[in-house]
């Protein structure tokens, strides 16, 4: 799959690029909303937007709301669990940091069956 990836944190964002690009995905990784936006918008067309909601520059809620309108899945990632409920309510899915790689395996694997076959722990703490 064609991943766009935004997580300001190097560490963090590192981390889910090495292991997405391991499940063989295609992957542009941002670390501001800026940069993810241009990504978005340039050609490149991507199968999913996998976003921090808290970002440097904005939030990552006004990329998902973008990708919504053009069709493309999203995934909002929050440490803030009251947030993330509220980001549900609206119709998001969202995944709660700190999270484990088998919930955003999960969540791919319902995007596009047999995508993803590893599992392991993630800590954004």
């Keep these: 799959m064609r991943i766009l990836l935004v997580e300001d944190l190097a560490d963090v964002r590192m981390m889910l690029t090495d292991w ?7 992957l542009i990784a941002a ?17 999913i937007v996998f976003t921090d909601l808290l970002l440097p520059d904005g939030s990552g809620q006004d ?11 999203v995934l909002l990632s929050t440490g803030d669990t ?8 609206q119709g998001f ?3 709660s940091k700190p999270f484990r790689f088998e919930a955003l395996a999960a969540w791919l694997a ?7 076959s590893s599992a ?6």
Excluded at 120 to 125: E, N
């Design 20 to 26: 997405l690009e391991d499940e063989g995905h295609d």
């Design 31 to 47: 670390g501001s909303l800026a940069s993810a936006m241009a990504a978005f918008r340039s050609l490149y067309c991507f199968d």
């Design 63 to 73: 990329l998902a709301e973008l990708a919504r309108r053009a069709g493309v899945p």
């Design 82 to 89: 009251n947030t993330a409920n509220s980001l549900r309510k």
């Design 93 to 95: 899915q969202c995944l």
């Design 110 to 116: 319902e995007i596009a069956p047999g995508s993803l």
């Design 120 to 125: 392991g722990a993630i800590d954004t703490s």
